[in-house]
């Protein structure tokens, strides 16, 4: 009932917590999205020179989860960007525990004004995250980084159907305004100058497993250190109801990651 009322009146949506509060949050975690080693795996053999050296990115790459799986099964070069200091710290701190330092490296920086050189990379990975540029616009921006040739391969919020209930749909065109079928978001790949390689849907477990479970774990300790502050505690309820939606309504929606090769 709590969060329904956040909801309902529609006051409050992700973006409206404070950065620095969601930062704490989620830089408890070692994923910061729903994902899993696995399917950072699968994604990964659809590319097929994907055992050269590679100069990868991986934009908005979080405390670099996916980063060390890819850079543990490629090898080449890893530069991961995002836009916390704190979340680049920890990044940078697990690739030297893992001996992956001189390979992979984290910097911070927006991934829609990008420090990059045109046609600098042979892939780029997001993991999560692109639909904080947009998809359409994600994928058109980031091509000039690409060689030609070069992949992409984005997960993203998906609709498994064509329709849904109206609370499902509420939530989720709120959080991500553009969000799409797989077909229509295939169809925005394919505009925007890649050929289509692969699409598959992330499984169960890497909302489970990797997202909503591990949260739990760190909640209480996030509430204690932030005792007190109402947006804390709002936020909590936040990712409580998006974990209660996923129960309900898991058939209509999920991640699909998107893999693309840039004509
Ligand atoms: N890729 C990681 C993963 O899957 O665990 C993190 C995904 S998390 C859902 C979204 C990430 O996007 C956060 O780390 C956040 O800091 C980052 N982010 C949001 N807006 C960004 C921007 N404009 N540029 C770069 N990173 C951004």
Not at 78 to 101: C, H, M, R
Not at 126 to 149: P, Q
Not at 170 to 176: E, I, S, Y
Request: hydrophobic fraction near 40%; charge should be negative; glycine fraction near 8%.
């Amino acid at each position: 009932p709590k969060i329904t009322l956040h909801m309902e009146n529609e006051k409050t949506l992700i973006h409206d917590f404070d950065l620095n509060l969601i930062c704490d949050y989620f830089g408890r975690l070692e994923r910061q999205g729903p994902g899993s080693p696995e399917s950072t795996i699968r994604a990964l053999s659809f590319i097929d020179n994907f055992s050269n050296e590679l100069n990868i990115a991986d934009f908005a790459c979080g405390t670099g989860g996916q980063t060390m799986t890819l850079a543990q099964n490629t090898k080449g070069t890893i530069t991961g960007l995002d836009l916390s200091p704190d979340f680049i710290k920890k990044f940078n701190t697990n690739a030297a525990k893992l001996g992956l330092q001189n390979r992979v490296k984290g910097i911070v920086g927006s991934m829609d004004n990008l420090p990059f050189q045109n046609e600098e990379f042979d892939v780029i990975w997001s993991e999560g995250a692109i639909a904080n540029i947009g998809f359409e616009k994600g994928l058109n921006y980031w091509k000039g980084f690409l060689k030609k040739d070069g992949y992409i391969a984005v997960t993203y919020e998906s609709w498994f159907t064509d329709e849904r209930p109206n609370e499902i749909e509420k939530f989720w065109v709120n959080a991500v305004p553009e969000i799409g079928t797989i077909g229509h978001n295939i169809s925005i790949m394919q505009k925007a100058g890649y050929s289509f390689v692969a699409a598959f849907t992330l499984s169960e477990k890497c909302w489970t497993d990797t997202f909503f479970i591990p949260q739990k774990a760190i909640q209480k300790a996030f509430l204690e250190k932030n005792a007190g502050n109402k947006a804390a505690e709002a936020f909590v309820e936040y990712m409580k109801y998006e974990a209660e939606l996923y129960s309900k309504y898991k058939q209509y929606y999920g991640y699909v990651f998107y893999i693309g090769k840039k004509i």
